[in-house]
C-alpha cells in the first residue's frame, strides 16, 4: 500500500487531538495544519484553545492566527487555505496532519465543496425554525422523499446537511445528489489516512470540564472584554465562550454560571461532533482507555501507518 499524502487526527473537542499530533510530528517530520473555525483568528487565543507558542515552537502550524475576528471565515476559505497549505508542506517533502474537529471542513477537503447555488436564505430560515421545532428526523424524512440517494449519504442526525440538501432541492427544483458530483476533494486522487480519536464518555466531559476551567484560571473573561469590543463577525460570535462570558460580562448571572454554560455547551458540541464522525465510513477509530496519554494515542497511530506501509 503506498503510503498516505495526508493524514486527519479527528475527533471530539478536549480529546487530546492537538496532544496527539505534537507527539505525532516529528516522527512523521509533519507540519500540522489546523482544521478549526476560530484558532485563525489573531485575537482569540484561551477560548479558541490555540496551540500555544512552544507547541507551535515543536511543530510548525498552519492556518493559526491568519486573520482579525472581525472578519468572516467559512469553510470554502478554509479549504483553499488548506489547499495551499497541503502543496506547500508537501513540496518541502514533509507530511501534512490536519488536525481539528470540524466535520464540515474534513468534508470539504476530501469531497470538495458544492457552491453553484445561491443561499436561498428564507428557506434556510424556515427549515431552522422547523428543525428547532420538530428535530432532524422529520427534515431527513422529508429529503428521503425528495432526493433518496443524499438522504442515503446523510446521517439523519446531521441537520446542517440535511438542510443544505433540502435548501437546494426547494430552491432549483434539482436534487443536490444530481448536482454534486460537480465536486472535486483529495478523495480518491491521493492516498488519505483518516484517524478519529475518542474516549470513554465520562473521561471525554470530565476533560471537557477541565478545559473550561483552565481557560478562566489563564484569563478567558479578561481576554472576551476586550475582544467584545471590536466588531465581531457573525463566524466569530458563534465561538463557545463569547456568549457564556459575555452574560457574565453584562451582570446577567454569576461567573460560576458562566462557567457551567461553557461546560454544558462544550459537552453539547463534543456530542454533536462524535455523532458526525460516527455516520463517516473513512475514518478509522482509535479508543483511547481511560488512562492512556497522548503518547499511547500517536503510538497507536504510527503503527497504523506503518503497518499499512508494511
Known amino acids: 500500500m503506498k503510503p498516505p499524502a495526508v493524514i486527519f487526527i479527528a475527533g471530539p473537542t478536549a480529546v487530546g487531538k492537538s496532544e496527539a499530533a505534537l507527539v505525532l510530528g516529528p516522527r512523521l517530520d509533519a507540519e500540522i495544519i489546523c482544521c ?10 484561551i477560548a479558541s484553545d490555540k496551540p500555544s507558542t512552544q507547541a507551535r515552537s515543536k511543530v510548525f502550524h498552519h492556518l493559526v492566527d491568519v486573520l482579525s475576528v472581525t472578519e468572516e471565515f467559512n469553510a470554502a476559505r478554509w479549504q483553499k487555505l488548506c489547499l495551499a497549505a497541503i502543496r506547500d508542506v508537501r513540496s518541502r517533502g514533509k507530511m501534512p496532519l490536519i488536525v481539528g474537529g470540524s466535520g464540515m471542513y474534513m468534508s470539504v477537503l476530501l469531497d470538495g465543496i458544492f457552491e453553484e447555488v445561491p443561499a436561498g436564505k428564507d428557506i434556510k430560515e424556515e427549515l431552522s425554525r422547523e428543525l428547532a421545532a420538530k428535530g432532524p428526523a422529520v427534515l431527513h ?3 428521503m422523499a425528495l432526493d433518496p440517494q443524499a438522504a442515503s449519504r446523510i446521517h439523519p442526525r446531521d441537520p446542517q446537511r440535511i438542510i443544505r440538501a433540502l435548501q437546494v432541492v426547494q430552491s432549483t427544483g434539482k436534487p443536490i445528489s444530481q448536482l454534486q458530483p460537480r465536486r472535486e476533494g483529495l478523495w ?3 492516498p488519505v489516512a483518516i484517524f478519529a480519536l475518542n474516549r470513554p464518555r465520562q473521561e471525554l466531559y470530565r476533560r471537557v470540564d477541565a478545559r473550561v476551567e483552565g481557560m478562566f484560571a489563564q484569563g478567558i473573561v479578561e481576554e472576551i472584554q476586550k475582544v467584545s469590543r471590536l466588531p465581531l463577525s457573525a ?3 458563534k465561538l463557545i465562550g463569547i456568549p457564556e462570558v459575555t452574560g457574565y460580562l453584562n451582570g446577567e448571572y454569576d461567573l460560576d454560571r458562566a462557567k457551567y454554560l461553557m461546560k454544558l455547551h462544550t459537552r453539547h458540541y463534543a456530542k454533536r461532533q462524535l455523532t458526525w464522525f460516527r455516520g463517516q465510513e473513512r475514518l478509522r477509530w482509535i479508543d483511547i482507555a481511560a488512562g ?10 504510527a503503527r497504523h501507518i506503518e503497518d499499512d506501509q508494511g
Request: overall charge negative.
Open 36 to 45: 478549526d473555525a476560530f484558532q485563525v483568528y489573531r485575537e482569540i487565543n
Open 141 to 143: 424524512e422529508r429529503l
Open 188 to 190: 480518491g486522487k491521493m
Open 235 to 237: 463566524t466569530a460570535r
Open 292 to 301: 492512556q496519554s497522548a503518547q499511547d494515542a500517536a503510538e497507536i497511530i
